[in-house]
């Protein structure tokens, strides 16, 4: 059975992952989106958080759940039963330090990593430029699940 693992910090969640996650649902037989914790990182939302709005907008994708992680991602892998990491690209700069993280993991695991280009509508799109944006009032509705959307302009506002 293939498995293959999605990871990210998703703080939170764009219609660029999304696009991503689909994509993978449609080539493996199982897909985990882990939500990897980085204590040194404080985020706009909790993983928990984070991981609720995931579910919720891969709730129509049957082979898609959703976990989180402290540690190497390899390690996860490991004890997951995945068989590939699988990560999307959306230019030459996401290649560079994609590649040589690509490059670790095999060293340390064997496990191979899959790249998967973003769809150019949602090229330009990251959580953290999504967060500027709309934290200066920037309309960026389009770029976001609803839900996740209206929990972005509610955590905004608090
Ligand atoms: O969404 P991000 O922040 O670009 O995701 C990066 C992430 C979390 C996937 C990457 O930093 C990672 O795999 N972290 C887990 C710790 C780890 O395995 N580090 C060594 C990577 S070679």
């Not at 493996?28 to 939500?35: A, N, Y």
């Not at 993991?105 to 500027?132: M, R, Y």
């Amino acid at each position: 059975m293939s498995i293959a693992v999605c990871p990210g910090s998703f703080d939170p969640v764009t219609n660029g992952h999304l696009d991503v996650i689909k994509r993978v649902a449609a080539q493996f037989d199982e897909v985990i989106v882990t939500v990897l914790i980085n204590k040194s990182k404080k985020g706009m939302f909790t993983i928990e958080e984070r991981m609720a709005m995931i579910a919720e907008a891969t709730s129509g994708l049957s082979n898609v759940r959703v976990d989180s992680w402290h540690g190497l991602l390899v390690h996860y892998a490991q004890q997951n039963e995945v068989t590939a990491i699988v990560k999307g690209l959306r230019g030459a700069n996401d290649f560079d330090y994609e590649l040589q993280m690509a490059q670790m993991n095999t060293a340390l695991t064997g496990i191979d990593t899959f790249f998967v280009p973003a769809n150019p509508q949602f090229g330009f799109l990251s959580s953290s430029l999504v967060k500027e944006v709309a934290t200066y009032g920037g309309d960026v509705a389009e770029m976001l699940p609803k839900s996740v959307h209206a929990k972005l302009l509610a955590r905004l506002a608090e």
